[in-house]
């Protein structure tokens, strides 16, 4: 059922659940990802490195290195690894024996740093660019805050489908930095807009075309007493559901069509990603640091992994 403002009607999100922290002394951990074999994956941006995690232990060993910087991981159906280079813009993958090699060069379809990305079971794809140099505008000004700051405008960036085979295509123009990304169970495409500070939903053709192009949640008024969310990683929670990480108040909300939070957790700093290990019930997985200003996030090992268990929504 929703309301006549088009939001789920959903109960008053119960107070949150607080996290414990897992593993320490990471640099700037993104992309928490579930892989093939049960392990939880995360690129270390500053460490350069993609790590592989025993969610039992919690113990963690280098599984790739990637000097241009990784950002986001997925899979191909066959059980290869996919990682998003962000400084040299490549779309690398990494084959049975360990090596890296060029899956597809992002440079010709993305403007500042290849970021964020999502492979659907197809195999295809979907990578978020920064839309401008975000890394040399902080080399000038190191103080700058130029997504989570107050008067935080960045130029709009697009969003870039990879085929299998590695061919390119820009899918979406005019994103107010595409950050997370996730399909929900009915194939619907959702982006997160940090700066837009909400949810948008395509529609995805068999082609791998988007359309519809529409606001799946607003999140302006979703954060704690009614603050916003700027929203970077995203993870599907279950049903139609969207775990969003808020790092402006420290923390992921789970949020449904419309903007309205029905699920909370708490983190010990700020959250610049969230994902979702299959447990019962699910263990959110949130990335956290104390900044995510890559002067100070390179230099430190503030990087942690906070984790918390939350049972399924209700209905």
Same mark, same amino acid.
Request: glycine content about 8%; overall charge negative.
């Given at each position: *059922?929703?309301?006549?403002?088009?939001? &789920?009607?959903? $109960?008053?999100?119960?107070?949150?659940?607080?996290?414990?922290?897992?593993?320490?002394?990471?640099?700037?951990? &993104?992309?928490?990802?579930a892989g093939p074999d049960g392990a939880l994956y995360v690129s270390d941006f500053y460490d350069h490195a993609v790590l592989r995690i025993d969610p039992?232990?919690? !113990?963690? &060993?280098?599984?790739? &290195?990637?000097?241009?910087? $990784?950002?986001?991981?997925?899979?191909?159906?066959?059980?290869?690894?996919?990682?998003?280079? *962000?400084?040299?813009r490549r779309l690398l993958r990494r084959e049975a024996d360990g090596t890296l090699v060029t899956h597809a060069d992002l440079a010709a379809a993305t403007?500042?740093?290849?970021?964020? *990305?999502?492979?659907?079971p197809l195999g295809r794809a979907w990578v978020g660019d920064f839309g401008f140099d975000f890394y040399g505008l902080l080399e000038r000004n190191p103080d700058a805050d130029p997504l989570f700051g107050p008067d935080a405008d960045p130029p709009a960036a697009r969003l870039t489908r990879v085929d299998p085979d590695g061919t390119v295509a820009t899918v979406a123009h005019g994103l107010r930095f595409p950050n997370g990304t996730t399909v929900l169970p009915d194939g619907t495409l959702v982006v997160a807009e940090t700066v837009g500070g909400c949810?948008?939903?395509f529609t995805v053709t068999e082609d791998g075309e988007l359309t519809g192009?529409?606001?799946?949640?607003?999140?302006?008024?979703?954060g704690l007493r009614g603050g916003r969310i700027?929203?970077?990683g995203i993870a599907r929670a279950d049903g139609d559901r969207v775990w969003v990480s808020d790092p402006t108040a420290g923390g992921a909300s789970r949020v449904v069509r419309g903007g309205a939070v029905d699920a909370r957790v708490r983190t010990s700093q700020p959250c610049f990603?969230?994902?979702?290990?299959?447990? !019962?019930?699910?263990?959110?997985?949130?990335c956290t640091a104390a900044t995510s200003n890559p002067t100070t996030a390179a230099a430190r090992r503030t990087g942690r992994i906070e984790t918390a268990h939350v049972p399924e929504a209700a209905g």
């Open positions: *059922m929703t309301t006549p403002s088009g939001r &789920e009607a959903v $109960p008053p999100a119960p107070a949150p659940v607080t996290a414990d922290t897992v593993l320490d002394g990471l640099h700037f951990a &993104e992309s928490p990802s039992r232990t919690w !113990r963690a &060993e280098r599984w790739a &290195e990637v000097p241009g910087q $990784p950002s986001g991981l997925g899979w191909l159906p066959d059980g290869r690894l996919l990682v998003v280079s *962000m400084r040299d403007a500042g740093a290849a970021n964020d *990305m999502y492979v659907d949810l948008t939903a192009r529409q606001v799946w949640a607003d999140l302006s008024s979703a700027l929203p970077d990603a969230v994902g979702v290990l299959p447990t !019962r019930p699910a263990t959110v997985v949130c």
